[in-house]
Structures are given as structure tokens and as C-alpha cells.
């Protein structure tokens, strides 16, 4: 396989590609859709296919020319790409809607090589988000330059060994794009119902007052979405008034690392206790002191969670400050 | 118009969360009624369901029938099982959902029906933490709003702890005098700042679309006015018949039930001038200003403006469809318009004599809602001979179905020579968003509970409206038509294709 790969070559294979769908469908014709450049880093030995479903359903909610890149562990240098088309057809309509797709395989020893193709091949004038998928390739010494032609890094820090160590890196990342965590994305729907039982303005002034807050997670130790949740919730607090701790209180018996509950409890003279539990797979239970409601409450997967992320384009001020919280108390243990 | 999302909620995550309410209690007049079961719980439970409402949240429903809160919430359960789309029905949400739903009988005319809403209200209040604030929902007859909103006040309920609103459905009356007379017996009791008048076209995602089109765009906006747009049409046709509402129809027609709210708001939100903030009052000053500069038709010019239509019978697709005298609770010489189309010009610098032409029907051939706009030719015919010349570049932006927007142009065709032919360029607004859609019913509701009332029909832009649709009404009113003038299943009388070749246009087939 030779270690060479002209943008040019992959380009026009793509305006081909179009040409051809464009060939097959002379009635209703292709509709071609693209927001943004969605470039995704693996190990080959991951599984593609999984990955590549993800990728393909994301297509619909934020059409994108995705460009999937294996890497191949190895000094031998590799560095190939073929292009195809993700196309589908919405009920009830004649047209065809794609979107274009470049799978490149690189060896570790052309990774090096990689970097300047990268901008040629995104979509001109579109965001560029780049989804790293392995720690291990964050870590590696090329890894700044393909970051470089992103505007946006996502990777996923629960897929570290060492959570704190994962968040000690990402807070203190050097020169990378802006960064996104599936981590704190995982507690959009926490956060969301703690949010929700603050908008009632009785239990809104009891913030000031909490005295004690806890993180309830399962597994050996705390995984990253929980440091991230008691950062974010002290952050809340502290803007509140209130000076309470939160602890992370681990939940006996066995189970993944997961955040299973979270409990505020007010003083004052009006004394309160919120919580929100997760009841079981797929349920929540909100709690306010005798008031029970019950919610739906689904794991996100891949695709939930990197469809929430790529349609963040700018800054994300809240993840900011609850990530260097969050590293620092993951590093005091 | 109050803030959105409440600054102080220190855990408020604006850019990923979703619009939130505060806590309160919603009292649904009608609470047995088609329209609450239909659209409101499904919505309120959908709502529930997308963890947008606030723990304590509670609905109280009124109406004659006894009933105890347990009745209420059984009979509310199978109507959201039955009319929820798109959606799961989900056991333990509704459950919790449920916990919430009250229920009090009481007679709209009957003043100790409200003392005992009061007393129910203060319990739940008590119960559930709803914080004093309360939508009044009033899915009644439209002849019970004055006595509801005068029981209400006469019970003090108008007033409390927290906020009050009021939310109605159309007809906001039958003319500008009853629109105006109705509007004074409620600002007796609410202010017209915390009255809603629902206009659920407006509460569509793509007629809120309209507005992100013409004004997140730099491009389009220098095109928006006369010196570009030849005229526009819009259109919304309905495949189906009067459905069992016929005795309800041949009161209004087509001209009151369709034209005089939805299309004139939607007219206005295509014509309207940009508000210099997105803000409820500055949106609605600007939709009630356009409103009130569209020329009131003299009664000798509507006849060349205004062509009203009703079905009569056809065979369509192998089902012999009843014509609407046929229909049943029909008046057999009814001179109702079940067609109604008509053309509008807007007195102002940006749109003056530009024809606006709108038509609205039932029992057409398709069901659809669209808005097409026609641009002026280019203006030296450079291609006359190549298939180029007669193809005006059109704008549509498509309603429902298939939710959309589609710009037609002329391209060379592939090859030697210079052929010319037609092309569209195509943005499907739920492909190319795959998230649901939420119903308009969902996102009006959570508006009010908002206080959010850019979407809602003010008293000014219902009278003016009124005003554009009284002098057809009146002339109409006049006059005996010879109907039925067009078969069921086709696009309308041929007097409609007349209205529009006097201006040199035809009717678009969508």
C-alpha cells in the first residue's frame, strides 16, 4: 500500500461519487447535506462497524462530510483513504439525502503525514469537530497537529484508566481547540432535573442554606462524571451562598462505575432535602422532601451524546469552570 | 415580557438545557372537552415526558360533569394514550405526571363554582408548591369566555400570590366589534399583558422559521420587498372535509376560520418589518403594524379580489366524497365558504403593489401549507430562446407537510450549447434537523407558562385583522352564491384562477 494520499485524488473521487448518485437517481436527484467537517480519530482494532453506525446516525441530525481515520499500530508506514456516500430517504419523499464520507487508514509511523491533509479535506467554510475516541492517541506526540486543524476536540474521559489523571490532562491541555468531555455531557440530564427543582423560587432560596450535598456513585472509585457533578454542584452552591462540601459517597455492591443519585439537604427554617435517584435502568425518581415525581431516564449512548455535542459550536462556559473544579478534586483524591 | 429563564437559578445551563418553567398550577376550563383531550394533556404530558415542567407542576380541570380527582385523572389517562403521537407512553411518567391532575366541577355561570376553584387552587397550592401563579385556560365555547373571565374576577382569583394569565382559543370574536367588546371584558379583569390569545398556526417550528430565514440571513432580507418580489402566495389546503363540524363551519367559513387568524399572522410574519430586538412586544408591534397597512378592499372591489367556493360532490380515487350540503349536520342550502381566496395589498414603502394572493380550502386535493414567493424575471431576457426566459425564481417555504424551504432557478443544462431548465434547491427542515418536532400545542403552552407571549395573537393585530376580512364578510353576507362551485378533490372554483390571471399569475399546484 503506498504511504501517499493527495487531497486532490480524494476530492475528486468524492465529486465523482455525487456524480454517480446523481446517475442513479434521475427523477427525484440526490439532495446533498453538510454543516460542518466531523473528523473521527480510532484504533483500527476498534470496532468500525459500531463506530461507523454511530457516524451514520448522527448524519441526520447534523449532516456532516465525516472523515474517519483508523490508526494502525506500527512503525510500517500506511496511509490510504476511499471515499463513499451515507445516504438515506426520508419517508415520503422522492429525494435521496447523503452525505459524503472518507475513511483513511494510517499507520502510526505516517501519522506524522496525516496532519497537513487534514484541512484540504474538510468541508470549506464549515466547522471542523475532531471525536477522539482512544486516550491512547491523545497522548501520542502527533496528536497536537491533527488537533490543530479542528475547532472543536471531543474525547470521552471515562475511557481512561485513571480518572483523575484524565482530568488533570484535560484541564491543564496546552495548545488544543476548544474541548469537549461525553464525561459532562453523560450529566446533561442530572444536571437538567437538579436544575428544574431550583426554578421554584421556595426551594431556590434554600440554596443559600444547604449544609450538606452528596454524589451517590457505584464502582471501585469515582468515575469522571462524578467529580465533574460535584464540581458543578459546589460551583452552584457557592453561588448560592452556600460554603457546604460535597461528597462522593460510594454506593455498596457491585455495578459499573455510574453516578446513581444526588442528595441536598437545607437547614434553616424552612429545612428541605431534594434528591434525584436513579430508580432503575431507565427511571428517575425527583424528590422534595414528601413530593415524588418520576421521569424517564435513559443512558445516553454514543450517538445521544455526540449529537448533543456537536451542536455546541462555541464556547461552553459552565464545562469550563466545572472542569478545572472537577480536576482538582479528583487530584486531592 | 418576562425573562425566559430566571437569572438566579444558579445551576441554569442555557445552552444545554431546555426552556424551563417555574413552578405553577394550570386550571383548564372545558377540562372534558375535545380540545383538552386532544391537545392539551398529550401536549402537558409530552411536556412532563421531556422533564420540562417543574416537580410541582398541577392541573386543576373544570367543567359540569362531577367527577373526583381520581375520575379526572383515569379519564385524562386513556385521552393522552389515545391521542399522543409521535411518543411513548410511558406508565411511571405518567404516574408522576399524574399525581398532579385535579378536578373540580362547577358551572361556568355559577359564582360558587369559582369560591370552590378558589378553595381547590389554594389546596393544591398547598400540596404541590405552585407558588401562587396560575394559567387560566379557557377551552370553552368561545360564547363562555366573558363569564369565565368575570367569574374568575369576581372571585378574586385574577389576582394573588403570584402571576395570573389567561389563555384563549379562537374566534376572538365574529367581527371587530365583538373582537374589541370581547377584549374590554377581560381587561376588566386581566391586563392585556397577561392575556394569550392562541393562534396555534403561529406556534408551528417553520412559521417561526420564517422569522430565522428573513432575519438570521444576511442575503435574503435586500431581496424582501417590491423591487425584487413580483407577488406571494399562500396557500393552505386541506384534503379532508368539515370532519363532523359542520354545524360549527357554516357559521364561520373558510374567510373567518382560516384567513382572518392563521394565514393573515402568517402574511404578516412573511411581511412584517425586522423588530429592532427579538423581544415579544418589539415582534408583535411590528406583525400588528404590517397588519394594519394592508389596504382595506372597497365593497366594489371585492368582487375582483375575493372568490368564495364551496364542494360539491365527486368521486375521488374510487371514494364518492360527500359535497358539504351533503355533509352531515349540513344546512342543504348553506352558503357557507368552505373555499375562500383573496388578494391583499400592503400599503407601504416595502410592498407597494405587490399582490399578496392567499387561499384556504377543504376537501382540496392535498393537504398543505406553503408560502411561495414569486420574484420578478430577470430583467433582459438573455436566454428567451434557450427554455429560460419564463421561469421566475421562486422562494418557497413550505409549512406542513415536509417542512422545508426550496429555491427554484434556472441552470444550464450538461453539454454543448446553452439549454436552459429549471432546478430546486432543497433544505428539509427534519432531515436536516433529526430531532422531533415539537407540536405547536407544546411549544404555546410552555410559552404562557414562560410569559412568553411573542407567539400569541395581541388585541390590536386580532382587530386589525378583523378589519382586512370585515369588507369581503360584508359583501358576501350581500350577495347569494350559486354553490357548489367546485367538485371535491380539486383546487378550488375557477373564479380563483380568474382573481389570479387578472395580474397575469396562475395558482401554484403544490
Not at chain 1, 460542518?36 to 483500527?44: A, Q, W, Y
Not at chain 1, 426554578?199 to 434554600?206: G, I, K, L, Q, T
Request: hydrophobic share 40%; aromatic share 8%.
Amino acid at each position: 500500500m503506498p504511504a501517499i494520499l493527495e487531497p486532490d485524488r480524494v476530492l475528486r473521487e468524492l465529486s465523482e461519487l455525487w456524480e454517480e448518485l446523481g446517475r442513479q437517481q434521475p427523477e427525484g436527484g440526490v439532495l446533498r447535506a453538510c454543516a460542518l467537517t466531523l473528523v473521527v480519530l480510532m484504533e483500527e482494532s476498534e470496532d468500525s462497524q459500531a463506530t461507523g453506525e454511530t457516524v451514520a446516525r448522527l448524519m441526520r441530525d447534523h449532516p456532516s462530510r465525516a472523515i474517519e481515520v483508523r490508526v494502525r499500530a506500527g512503525a510500517e508506514r500506511v496511509l490510504s483513504a476511499r471515499v463513499l456516500a451515507q445516504c438515506w430517504m426520508p419517508f415520503g419523499q422522492r429525494e435521496q439525502i447523503c452525505c459524503e464520507q472518507i475513511e483513511i487508514t494510517v499507520s502510526e509511523g505516517a501519522l506524522g503525514d496525516l496532519a497537513p491533509v487534514l484541512p484540504p479535506l474538510a468541508a470549506p467554510d464549515l466547522p471542523v469537530v475532531l471525536w477522539c475516541r482512544s486516550p491512547r492517541l491523545l497522548e501520542l506526540p502527533e496528536f497536537p497537529a491533527l488537533a490543530q486543524a479542528a475547532g472543536k476536540l471531543i474525547v470521552d474521559s471515562t475511557a481512561f484508566p485513571d480518572p483523575a489523571a484524565a482530568l488533570g490532562l484535560l484541564a491543564a491541555r496546552p495548545a488544543l481547540p476548544r474541548l469537549a468531555d461525553l464525561a459532562w455531557t453523560r450529566l446533561t440530564r442530572w444536571r437538567e432535573l437538579i436544575a428544574q427543582i431550583f426554578e421554584n423560587r421556595r426551594y431556590e432560596a434554600c440554596l443559600g442554606k444547604v449544609t450538606a450535598a452528596r454524589v451517590i456513585f457505584t464502582g471501585e472509585r469515582p468515575p469522571a462524571h462524578a467529580y465533574y457533578l460535584a464540581a458543578w454542584l459546589l460551583n452552584g452552591l457557592e453561588a448560592a451562598g452556600s460554603t457546604a462540601g460535597v461528597e462522593l459517597e460510594r454506593e455498596p455492591g457491585a455495578g459499573d462505575a455510574a453516578v446513581t443519585g444526588v442528595e441536598l439537604t437545607a437547614g434553616g427554617l424552612e429545612p428541605r432535602r431534594f434528591s434525584v435517584r436513579q430508580t432503575e435502568a431507565g427511571a428517575a425518581e425527583i424528590r422534595v422532601d414528601g413530593l415524588v415525581n418520576r421521569t424517564i431516564f435513559e443512558m445516553p449512548d454514543d450517538y445521544t451524546l455526540m449529537r448533543e455535542e456537536l451542536s455546541i459550536t462555541g464556547p461552553d462556559p459552565v464545562f469550563e469552570r466545572a472542569l478545572g473544579r472537577a480536576a482538582r478534586l479528583a487530584g486531592k483524591g | 415580557m418576562q425573562p425566559v429563564i430566571p437569572p438566579s437559578n444558579p445551576f441554569e445551563d442555557p445552552l444545554r438545557f431546555e426552556r424551563r418553567v417555574p413552578e405553577l398550577a394550570m386550571v383548564i376550563f372545558g377540562a372534558n372537552g375535545d380540545l383538552t383531550r386532544r391537545k392539551l394533556l398529550p401536549a402537558l404530558y409530552r411536556l412532563s415526558l421531556e422533564r420540562r415542567l417543574p416537580p410541582g407542576f398541577a392541573v386543576v380541570g373544570t367543567s359540569r360533569t362531577p367527577m373526583s380527582d381520581e375520575q379526572f385523572r383515569q379519564k385524562m389517562r386513556e385521552a393522552v394514550a389515545e391521542h399522543l403521537e409521535n411518543s411513548p407512553f410511558d406508565e411511571q411518567v405518567w404516574d408522576g405526571f399524574a399525581r398532579g391532575l385535579f378536578y373540580q366541577a362547577g358551572d361556568l355561570r355559577d359564582p360558587a363554582g369559582y369560591q370552590a376553584l378558589g378553595a381547590k387552587l389554594q389546596e393544591v397550592e398547598e400540596k404541590r408548591d405552585t407558588g401562587g401563579n396560575v394559567i387560566f385556560y379557557l377551552a370553552t365555547q368561545p360564547s363562555y369566555y366573558q363569564a369565565a373571565a368575570e367569574g374568575i374576577g369576581r372571585a378574586g382569583l385574577a389576582r394573588g400570590n403570584g402571576w395570573r394569565r389567561l389563555v384563549i382559543e379562537k374566534p376572538f370574536g365574529h367581527d371587530t366589534g365583538s373582537a374589541r367588546e370581547l377584549s374590554r371584558k377581560l381587561h376588566e379583569f386581566f391586563p392585556e399583558s397577561e392575556i394569550y390569545r392562541i393562534d396555534h398556526y403561529l406556534g408551528k417550528e417553520t412559521v417561526q422559521n420564517i422569522l430565522a430565514f428573513r432575519f438570521g440571513n444576511g442575503i435574503f432580507e435586500p431581496l424582501w420587498n417590491r423591487r425584487y418580489v413580483n407577488h406571494v402566495q399562500i396557500t393552505a389546503a386541506e384534503s379532508i372535509g368539515v370532519e363532523g363540524r359542520a354545524a360549527y363551519y357554516q357559521e364561520a367559513g373558510a374567510l373567518r376560520d382560516m384567513i382572518q387568524n392563521h394565514l393573515l399572522q402568517v402574511m404578516a410574519t412573511v411581511a412584517m418589518e425586522p423588530s429592532a430586538t427579538y423581544d415579544a412586544q418589539a415582534v408583535r408591534d411590528e406583525r400588528a403594524k404590517l397588519l394594519r397597512s394592508i389596504r382595506l378592499m372597497r365593497p366594489e372591489e371585492v368582487e375582483a379580489n375575493a372568490v368564495a367556493g364551496q364542494y360539491g360532490p365527486a368521486r375521488v380515487g374510487g371514494a364518492d366524497l360527500p359535497g358539504f350540503r351533503q355533509e352531515p349536520g349540513a344546512d342543504p342550502q348553506a352558503q357557507t365558504d368552505t373555499y375562500a381566496a383573496a388578494t391583499f395589498f400592503v400599503e407601504n414603502w416595502r410592498w407597494a403593489g405587490v399582490p399578496f394572493f392567499i387561499r384556504t380550502g377543504k376537501r382540496l386535493p392535498k393537504r398543505v401549507t406553503e408560502i411561495a414567493i414569486g420574484f420578478h424575471p430577470a430583467p433582459h431576457a438573455l436566454f428567451a430562446d434557450r427554455g429560460g426566459q419564463s421561469i421566475p425564481n421562486l422562494l418557497i417555504l413550505r409549512i406542513q407537510p415536509d417542512e422545508g424551504i426550496s429555491l427554484k432557478f434556472v441552470s444550464k443544462q450538461p453539454g454543448a450549447g446553452m439549454k436552459l431548465r429549471p432546478v430546486s434547491m432543497d433544505f428539509n427542515y427534519g432531515s436536516s434537523f433529526g430531532e422531533r418536532t415539537p407540536a405547536a400545542y407544546e411549544t404555546l403552552l410552555l410559552d404562557a407558562m414562560l410569559g412568553d407571549p411573542t407567539l400569541y395573537t395581541r388585541q390590536d393585530m386580532v382587530e386589525a385583522s378583523w378589519s382586512v376580512v370585515e369588507p369581503i364578510l360584508a359583501v358576501w353576507a350581500s350577495r347569494k352564491f350559486d354553490f357548489p362551485n367546485y367538485p371535491a378533490g380539486s383546487w378550488g372554483p375557477p373564479e380563483a384562477d380568474a382573481m389570479l390571471a387578472r395580474y397575469g399569475q396562475s395558482w401554484r399546484k403544490p
